[in-house]
């Protein structure tokens, strides 16, 4: 089957200034029209509870760990990708304004787009594997949370929590911190947000001499 395109832009602001931090574009995939069994095999992709990122943050602020954040950088394209669709291909028509020389030209998928239904999936298994082949384990029934025990290359344990493409990173030690962004983003292109002060659409405010973490 050949599905459709489009490009889709979006500005992203600062939450404390309102500045503009950023312009997007990304190409998309019109998937609503593929088809479940046909097109994509499964589209389920795990995501950490609401409480998650509330917990992790109560406890970094309880036991003064370094709560970091990274967002991924067009996530979905630097997923493995899953062999789906007829024959194991996908293709789409050019998204408009992409004029070609000839008409009826299709372009083949070869990466996880945005718009595909299993493209989520395809992030969270391959974000598992490299957590597991760096000694991580999921936290419980969380298959997008992890954590590391202290030991080896990490001084200090590390959990971390994935909603898609932004991480949570907890360690009570700065310099594994340093160590493990350092490893993620050798591996994943990503922007480093340093302490974190934004998540999910909330502003985060930590008050260390309170002992206190607010999200507004």
Known sequence: SVFGSRYHYKIKHCMKTGKITKFKVRMVVQGHKMQEGVDFEDSFAPVPHTTVGRLMMSTAAADNLHLHSIDMTQAFIQADKISEGVNGRTFITPPPGCEEDEEGVVYEVLLQLYGIPSSARA??????????????????????????????????????????????????????????????LSRFDG??????????GCEVIFDRSEVTVTLR
């Open 123 to 184: 992030l969270a298994l391959t974000l598992d594997r490299w957590f597991k082949e760096k000694g991580f384990s999921s936290v419980g029934f969380e298959d997008s949370v992890w954590s590391r025990p202290a030991g080896g290359r990490y001084a200090s344990r590390i959990t971390v929590s994935a909603h898609i493409d932004d991480l949570l990173i907890a360690t009570a030690d700065l310099k594994v911190m340093r160590l493990f962004k350092q490893d993620f």
């Open 191 to 200: 922007t480093d947000g340093g302490e974190v002060e934004q998540y999910l």
